[in-house]
């Protein structure tokens, strides 16, 4: 068989091959089974070029689709470490941008109550005495007193470990209640996200009015960044989950229910990141006495500046690279 003819017959399987490759190294689903059939197939004429001599552009070919095939298939196994990565620097990102409108929303639902309960709170006893009972302000108060409770201690490391287990149990809790109470037409997630920066401003100003500030605001500044993010996302998903159930558009409600449902998961994956991050951040580095305000007060700039970076500049650009 000459060697125009041997590239007429087996031609449409390269090209089929090298088209599916392409497709794999793009990340795009491809027939795994296939692809190793072919793959077969070309190895077999490889070696019937080889063997007969064929001109060194057509071998050259082969053993470039070959080569390109076999990493491929055979490539060593990054346990997911690749798709995660992907998930972090790309999709997530996009996907809290797609909804910036219901993040936008859930951040004015948070913050201006935070806000307005910090002010009210810091010019004098009476509104925390409406949001709590003495009892709770003492509580707190002496949390934060000098020398008492997590704050500013030499803690062991089982210690610490302990105190992440606790704060991702209460971080994570506090975003899926967040996000779950969506499913009451939206209403759930806003007045949670109501609640929880009520009840932030409330502690926030009052032990500021009381001169525990000094102890307070080093402990919270640095995890302040992912937790915080993490409430006001995961009140974003809650509110896109209500929105498919107030405004199902033409689909049947429970149609669109779970269509916001899909839409709601990546940012309650990127409120989970984020929550996990603030935990280890609280338990390891947020009480450490050892550390001087003003090193975390430095530190929390750069992670607020990290977070927003994050959200509003990555997966920006072209088509996706997996």
Request: hydrophobic residues 55%.
């Amino acid at each position: 068989m000459t060697p125009m003819r041997f590239e007429a017959q087996y031609g449409s399987l390269w090209t089929a091959l090298a088209e599916q490759v392409a497709e794999a190294q793009q990340g795009k689903a491809v027939d795994a089974a296939l692809l190793a059939a072919r793959y077969r197939r070309v190895c077999e004429n490889l070696a019937l070029a080889q063997s007969r001599a064929y001109p060194v552009h057509l071998i050259s070919r082969l053993e470039s689709l070959a080569q390109d095939a076999h990493q491929l298939i055979y490539r060593r196994q990054d346990y997911g470490l690749r798709a995660l990565g992907q998930l972090l620097r790309v999709d997530l990102p996009r996907a809290v941008r797609a909804e910036w409108r219901l993040v936008l929303v859930a951040l004015a639902l948070f913050v201006l109550p935070l806000a307005l309960a910090f002010g009210l709170s810091l010019a004098g006893p009476d509104f925390p005495l409406r949001v709590l009972d003495a009892r709770q302000l003492r509580e707190f108060e002496t949390m934060y007193g000098d020398g008492k409770a997590h704050v500013g201690r030499l803690r062991e490391a089982a210690t610490d470990w302990q105190m992440f287990g606790y704060y991702i149990f209460n971080n994570i809790g506090i975003g899926f209640r967040t996000f779950g109470a969506g499913i009451l037409a939206g209403i759930g997630s806003a007045f949670v996200l109501v609640f929880n920066g009520l009840f932030m401003g409330v502690i926030t100003g009052h032990l500021t009015r009381v001169d525990l500030g000094h102890n307070l605001w080093p402990f919270i500044a640095t995890h302040s960044s992912f937790e915080l993010t993490g409430i006001v996302l995961s009140g974003a998903a809650g509110l896109r989950l209500g929105l498919g159930w107030l405004a199902p558009g033409r689909l049947r409600r429970l149609d669109a229910l779970r269509a916001s449902a899909r839409a709601a998961v990546p940012l309650v994956y990127a409120a989970f990141f984020l929550l996990v991050v603030a935990a280890a951040f609280e338990a390891f580095w947020s009480p450490a006495a050892w550390v001087a305000p003003w090193v975390k007060y430095s530190v929390a700039a750069v992670c607020w500046t990290l977070v927003l970076l994050w959200l509003l500049l990555m997966g920006r650009g072209g088509a996706r690279a997996r």
